[in-house]
């Protein structure tokens, strides 16, 4: 049991509910441009101030969200894993020959929750989320 928790634990979770919820909320925002645009074909019944207008801005709220959801978990439907990219400098100082060089290296892994056990982070690598190599 212990095994499975710690693989759930390599898991971006909290990156995949938080995508979810921007969809919901992006899906969502184009009712409002759906209600203006109703108001100002129809001012008589759905004017700012009636209910109706609410009720339509609602229902175009709930399904531009349930969509964008939608698609946001046909591209992702389960989390990834828990990536960090560590952006790493070496300066090289100028010499009389040759100027300043900054050389800068992106290194992306996985992140296990508990940086002692490594089996989690080298068991379920990716090819993409491998550390590059050190710069030469």
């Not at 790493?88 to 290296?105: F, L, M, N, Q």
Request: no cysteine; glycine share 6%; proline share 8%.
């Amino acid at each position: 049991m212990s095994v499975i928790l710690d693989k759930v634990a390599a898991l971006d979770i909290d990156g995949w509910l938080r995508g979810l919820f921007s969809a919901a909320i992006s899906g969502g925002a184009s009712a409002v441009v759906g209600g203006i645009t109703i108001s100002g074909i129809d001012p008589e019944h759905y004017s700012f101030y009636t209910a109706k207008f609410y009720i339509v801005v609602g229902i175009l709220f709930a399904t531009n969200a349930v969509v964008s959801m939608a698609k946001f978990l046909s591209a992702t439907p389960l989390p990834g894993l828990k990536q960090v990219e560590r952006t790493i400098e070496v300066t090289i100082p100028a010499t009389k020959d040759s100027p300043k060089v900054v050389e800068t290296t992106k290194e992306t892994h996985v992140e296990p929750l508990n940086p002692a056990d490594q089996t989690v982070a080298s068991s379920a690598a990716t090819p993409s989320a491998r550390p590059l190599p050190p710069a030469a």
